[in-house]
């Protein structure tokens, strides 16, 4: 169990969970269209939204890079 140090009345403070639960729905809900499902059944997909999230490949590369497999020059 995590515990958090942040006041309730202070959401803004927890930044990241906020975040990550913003990217949960998001992700809820795409699911949630693709499976033709109304809102009240997303009990039904939060595992393959969750899935979905725990499995993503992360790049660490900007746009640039992805597309042209090189670092962009920049003016010094």
Excluded: C, F
Aim: proline share 4%; net charge positive.
């Amino acid at each position: 169990m995590v515990t958090s140090r942040t006041t309730a009345h202070n959401p803004q403070d927890n930044g990241q969970g906020e975040r990550y639960n913003g990217i949960i729905w998001k992700a809820v809900t795409s699911t949630l269209r693709s499976h033709d499902l109304r809102i009240e059944q997303r009990e039904e997909v939060i595992g393959l939204a969750l899935h979905s999230i725990r499995t993503l490949l992360s790049t660490n590369a900007n746009p640039h890079e992805r597309l042209l497999g090189y670092q962009r020059r920049t003016p010094t």
